[in-house]
């Protein structure tokens, strides 16, 4: 006789219907929040699923992560066969990493518009240093700062920068645009024939990862050059 009331392990449905494995497959975003709250939860009980278990938990807030956030310890153990302190516990700090996120809200990431905006940005960092520092910003589609990258530093006349390392984090990063800066100890802005050099490689290696390099900057104490300024870009 067949026995409808089995109920299947998480290890019985589909591979592509697992949690860990269809976020592996698809993406984090392609899971329902019963699916997410599942991976947390980790196994259900005999009778249910983690996925099903999970559904239920939240059928109980009414599908509304917001209220269900204001569940205690008590409510999800005495409430859910399968779910003890320690289960209650990491729902609840996810919950709660949730909340301190939506508060946080979006960083503020500033925007480049000209050449004395990187300048200024790097200026404090490089014009007391008697050697050479060599730095990029990183910036995305919007010209907006995605990370400042401490790439080389030299002697007082020169520093050596392998573009590799250079390229390697905009990768990584996703950028779509780069601002090379350096330093000049001497006080002297104008770039030096290593300077050139240096600055047509990464213009070569940028364009061909459909990168931009936007500018080149030299930064002393009073003043600074900007081979984009210059139409040397």
Do not use: W
Not at 63 to 89: H, T
Not at 109 to 117: A, L, N, V
Request: aromatic share 4%; glycine share 6%; with cysteine.
């Amino acid at each position: 006789m067949e026995n409808n009331n089995i109920k299947l392990s998480i290890t019985d449905l589909p591979l592509e219907d697992r949690p860990r494995e269809k976020m592996m497959l698809r993406g984090i975003s392609a899971l329902s929040s019963a699916e997410l709250l599942a991976i947390l939860i980790g196994s259900g009980n005999k009778d249910e699923t983690a996925v099903e278990l999970s559904q239920r938990i939240l059928n109980s807030a009414g599908n509304n992560l917001s209220n269900l956030g204001k569940y205690n310890l008590d409510d999800f153990v005495n409430n859910f066969k399968g779910i003890g302190p320690a289960k209650a516990i990491t729902i609840m700090a996810a919950l709660e990493l949730g909340r301190r996120r939506k508060e946080d809200g979006v960083p503020d990431r500033p925007r480049i518009t000209c050449s004395e905006d990187a300048y200024k940005l790097v200026r404090g960092g490089l014009i007391d240093l008697p050697y050479e520092v060599f730095k990029v910003i990183l910036l995305n589609r919007a010209n907006r700062i995605i990370d400042i990258l401490h790439i080389s530093q030299g002697g007082t006349a020169s520093t050596i920068v392998d573009v590799k390392l250079v390229m390697k984090p905009a990768i990584q990063q996703l950028a779509t645009g780069m601002i090379l800066c350096h330093n000049h100890p001497s006080n002297n802005s104008r770039p030096s024939s290593s300077d050139d050099l240096l600055t047509t490689r990464i213009k070569e290696a940028a364009s061909l990862l459909e990168m931009t390099l936007t500018d080149h900057i030299i930064v002393c104490e009073d003043d600074y050059y900007s081979y984009a300024d210059e139409g040397r870009l």
